[in-house]
């Protein structure tokens, strides 16, 4: 059971959009944005980008929230957006990012995770403590209760399980195996 206040949710400022919040056991993956581009990216195109050699285990979350650093100024060290994930491709940098031809890495491969509308979270996450990480899989249900971004996290165990379920299917993972018949 989570350690956290049950007393207070947290509510999603939709800006008009017909978006609901995740459901208690969907999964989803914190993500950095390194700087106000990257969120304006995700706001008007639709898409947050991952290098494929940095990417998490698994990108088949249903949503992304985004954590806040240094580059966002009074918002930093926070998790303040929300999008639910449509779909993912992989793509070259070059692909994405046009205009950037000439960058080192323009050749290499990228997830492009497909995003509905861009939410925002009230009140947002903070870290009150500064934490280094790539990314984190959270639940729907702690994302919108936790006070802290070390309430977010969920242990490695709970991960795997999640991923083998997945990969099973819940139907099946309820039900034990059918009886088999040998015949000699």
């Not at 350690?3 to 609901?20: A, C, F, L, Q, Y």
């Not at 957006?81 to 990012?97: K, S």
């Not at 959270?138 to 999640?162: N, V, W």
């Amino acid at each position: 059971m989570l350690n956290m206040p049950m007393t207070s949710t947290r509510k999603i400022s939709t800006h008009g959009w017909d978006e609901v919040p995740p459901g208690a056991d969907e999964l989803v993956l914190v993500a950095i944005l390194n700087t106000p581009r990257d969120l304006e990216l995700a706001q008007t195109l639709g898409w947050y980008r991952i290098p494929l050699v940095t990417a998490p285990r698994t990108i088949r979350v249903d949503w992304l929230a985004f954590y806040l650093p240094a580059s966002f100024g009074e918002h930093r060290w926070s998790v303040r957006y929300l999008t639910e994930v449509r779909g993912y491709e992989l793509r070259t940098r070059r692909e994405l990012l046009f205009q950037e031809t000439d960058h080192k890495r323009a050749d290499e491969p990228y997830f492009k995770m497909q995003l509905g509308p861009i939410l925002e979270l009230s009140p947002p996450i903070p870290s009150r403590a500064w934490r280094r990480f790539s990314f984190l899989y959270t639940t729907g249900e702690r994302l919108m209760q936790a006070a802290d971004l070390t309430q977010l996290t969920l242990a490695p165990s709970e991960i795997k399980a999640r991923l083998l379920r997945e990969r099973v299917g819940t139907s099946t993972w309820a039900r034990p195996p059918a009886p088999t018949q040998v015949c000699l």
